[in-house]
């Protein structure tokens, strides 16, 4: 869930909004209907275990705690020493670290109801500059809300992330990646996935490095099912047979 919130640090940056990219301004909330939780986005001087506590960022500015964006108002702009000067911004710097807070439900609540929990992606990425979303889906399983779990495999998400700012839902808990802490379970809604029923609401969240989609009609594309990838070992399941490195074990066929 990284890239949604890299969205959100890209268009409070300088360079995008000397360049016109950026519609965010000062003082101007990002959405003019909010629905969902209101995002909250800080620079962090500190942030334990990061790789990137430095004193002063790349140009030697001195980096600092900020509130760059309060309940989805934005209130500061950073950005290299260049582009700063075209803004008249004296105190500025490139960030180090940084969060994104604001949720008001925990991760179980969020994650609740009929799913696809996406274990592994081809790709997945979230543009900055236009808001698009999308991915490859490599490995998923759908869970009905009645306990039955069905693996699916292949297929694409898309959407905009203009579409889905109005209604973003994160949760309290956080989980730190690197230098970002981020929403444990962030949930996305106004997200199509390939193969289910047109105009079917949808909607996405990454817990623990994972991310999920909410939907109903979803269906299996396929049987060949991708099952885990661990430490670059790749375990698949198909035909009844479970592969592991060349070797394999029979497994219950339930697909």
Known sequence: ALEV???FIDNLSAAYIVRGVSSFEIGRPVSESFKGDRLTIKSMRFLEGSPSNFACDGEGAPVRDAVLM??????????SRMFSQYLGLEDSFMI???????????????RKGRFLEIVEFSDFQVDSMTGDIFGEIRLAYYHDGEGKVTPVTGGS??????DNI????????QRKYANALIPKV??????TVAGIEKNKRVMIYCVRGYVF???????????FFWVRNIDSA???CRRGFTFLCGTFLRCRNGF
């Open 70 to 79: 309060d309940a989805g108002v934005p209130r500061e702009i950073t950005g």
């Open 186 to 191: 962030t949930r996305l809604e106004n997200v």
């Open 96 to 110: 180090t670290n940084w969060s994104a807070s604001g949720g008001t439900r925990s991760a179980e609540e969020l």
């Open 5 to 7: 919130y890299r969205y």
């Open 166 to 173: 109005p209604e973003m839902y994160f949760s309290k808990e």
């Open 234 to 236: 790749f375990l698949f």
């Open 213 to 223: 989609f909410f939907s109903r009609g979803l269906r299996r594309l396929g049987r």
């Open 157 to 162: 998400v898309s959407g905009s992330m203009l």
